[in-house]
């Protein structure tokens, strides 16, 4: 069955990373992008350009509705992602929404509902589950390589975006388009938190977007720290914001009971990783499986999820713990209380992922044999 694509939001993220992946995709017959809009023209325009749609959408309710369409991709500023999401949903469509799935637990829920029952399948991003280093990583946990892990750390931020005034205004944030990806990939190794505190606010209160000065608004918070209890008195703590400059340490370190496993690079952008266990006393160092793998690799698995009917690895109650986890962080830096976390999601089922990247390769080699 050939994806046929609907885009919402034409910005940063849709242009560079998501075009160069659906690109090939178009290429192979697998997809085909039917519409985009952009309440900018200049920016759907330069899409419809780019990918020679002829017909201009003139609404999200014309992209959405749209007859010929089974599936949305969502790649709008974060506030809008939730009543987009479950418009789309709702109209019978398949949905990749760009990360958070909702900046209010109340839409999160109402977006859980609304995929429980809809026909449509649902990825929210990030989508770093799907990375072989995370892959790799997960199964050394499964394996005990490390024992039980006890204590992690992890951490991601940089200077902050230039763009986009909505990053700084209610509803951004750091937590909200950084620590989400650490928060993902913890939930991921350790399971579902049961406890949170924070830290977090505005360091650097004025910044220049889009060619202006803007004053950062409060909930905005570009600098956070936040503690996560995972029960058994295992504990994470995540370390991000809009005020890193640059950094040589690990995305993530997870410390078990025999041993250490650190990812390297990025949670989104993995460049291997380095696993100490007792019992061999020496550092092993792993590198990355496949370099350059794509952070937008949510769209390749939701089109093959489509293809064979499967049920999608990442898992929109991941998405929901997560938004749950960086609300409760971000009202406890208000008040300094911790806040119990009362959602939790399934174990990723990588059994049936195996089984998709063999029917994957299997499709590649038809395509091109060189490509393996
Ligand atoms: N830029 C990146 O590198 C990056 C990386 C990962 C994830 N993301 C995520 O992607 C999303 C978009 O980020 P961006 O950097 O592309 O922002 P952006 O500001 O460049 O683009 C967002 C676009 O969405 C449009 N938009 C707003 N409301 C809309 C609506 N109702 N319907 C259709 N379009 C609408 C805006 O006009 C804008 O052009 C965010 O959720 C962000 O967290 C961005």
Not at 14 to 23: A, K, Q, T
Not at 100 to 111: F, K, N, S
Not at 309 to 314: G, Q, S, V
Request: hydrophobic residues 40%.
């Amino acid at each position: 069955m050939t994806v046929k694509l609907g885009i919402l939001g034409c910005g940063s993220v849709l242009w560079g990373p998501y075009l160069s992946l659906l690109e090939p995709l178009i290429r192979e017959g697998r997809v085909e992008i039917c519409a985009a809009y952009d309440p900018i023209p200049a920016k759907a325009e330069a899409v419809n350009k780019r990918l020679g749609l002829t017909k201009r959408a003139n609404s999200t309710e014309e992209v959405i509705d749209h007859k010929e369409l089974n599936t949305v991709g969502i790649f709008t500023s974060m506030k809008a992602h939730a009543s987009l999401t479950i418009a789309a949903l709702e109209a019978g469509k398949h949905v990749l929404v760009e990360k958070p799935m909702a900046t209010t637990l109340a839409e999160g829920q109402r977006v859980l509902e609304v995929a429980r029952k809809a026909k449509g399948k649902l990825i929210c991003a990030p989508h770093i589950l799907l990375s072989p280093t995370y892959q790799a990583m997960y199964a050394h946990i499964k394996e005990k390589s490390i024992g039980e892990v006890l204590s992690a750390r992890a951490r991601y931020g940089w200077s902050g975006p230039w763009w986009g005034k909505w990053f700084y205004e209610p509803g951004g944030g750091s937590l909200f388009d950084l620590g989400i990806y650490n928060v993902t990939s913890l939930c991921g190794f350790m399971g579902s938190a049961k406890r949170v505190t924070a830290m977090a606010g505005v360091a650097i209160p004025e910044r220049e977007v889009e060619g202006e000065t803007i004053t950062v608004n409060p909930d905005a918070e570009d600098n956070a720290h936040v503690l996560i209890d995972f029960g058994q008195n295992r504990f994470a703590v995540i370390t991000t914001g809009f005020t890193m400059q640059k950094y040589r340490s690990p995305a993530i370190e997870l410390y078990g009971s025999t041993g250490v496993l650190q990812m390297l690079g990025d949670d989104w952008a993995p460049e291997g990783y380095e696993l100490w266990r007792n019992t061999k006393g020496t550092w092993e160092f792993f590198p990355d499986t496949e370099p350059g793998w794509p952070w937008t690799a949510g769209m390749t698995h939701l089109v093959r999820c489509i293809e064979e009917d499967a049920k999608p690895l990442i898992r929109p109650e991941h998405a929901y713990h997560a938004l749950e986890i960086i609300l409760a962080a971000k009202a406890a830096a208000k008040d300094g209380q911790a806040r119990a976390i009362s959602s939790q999601f399934p174990a990723p089922d990588y059994l049936s992922l195996a089984s998709q990247d063999d029917a994957e390769k299997r499709k590649r080699r038809q395509h091109d044999p060189r490509s393996l």
